[in-house]
């Protein structure tokens, strides 16, 4: 039996293709609170400072591009981590990773690797918020 941490921690994820969002809920749910958000509009309007710790968002959301949407909601939210989600892994280089702190692949063919960059992600808002707050 896995022992969960008092804070669990809190994930938006922002996928349009409800077949990946299923499957990053069902991932993710049994160690983070997890909520969605079929499109980029929607997800930033809907931002309250300090809600989620993490936001994992598809590098083309309806109405923006991801890297749009994770500057928009790191603008509301500083220490707010955000992962992309693409299609193929993006080179360190690419500009439209600029926004992000991590990223992951889809389809998710390593599903540990997925929780282990998410993991990732938990501990870096903490380290952001702690460093900001304190």
Not at 70 to 81: G, S
Not at 103 to 122: C, D, G, W, Y
Request: charged share 25%; hydrophobic share 45%; net charge negative.
């Amino acid at each position: 039996m896995k022992s969960h941490p008092l804070h669990r921690g809190k994930i938006l994820i922002v996928e349009g293709d409800p077949i990946f969002c299923d499957l990053l809920v069902r991932l993710l749910s049994e160690d983070y609170d997890v909520e969605t958000a079929s499109n980029g509009q929607d997800a930033v309007a809907g931002l309250m400072p300090g809600y989620y710790d993490a936001v994992l968002i598809d590098l083309e959301t309806a109405e923006a591009s991801g890297g749009q949407v994770a500057r928009a909601m790191k603008w509301i939210d500083l220490p707010l981590v955000a992962v992309l989600i693409a299609e193929s892994e993006l080179p360190e280089t690419d500009s439209r990773l600029n926004d992000f702190d991590f990223q992951i692949q889809k389809p998710f063919r390593n599903p540990t690797t997925v929780s282990e960059i998410v993991a990732l992600a938990m501990q870096t808002h903490e380290t952001r918020a702690i460093a900001m707050y304190s």
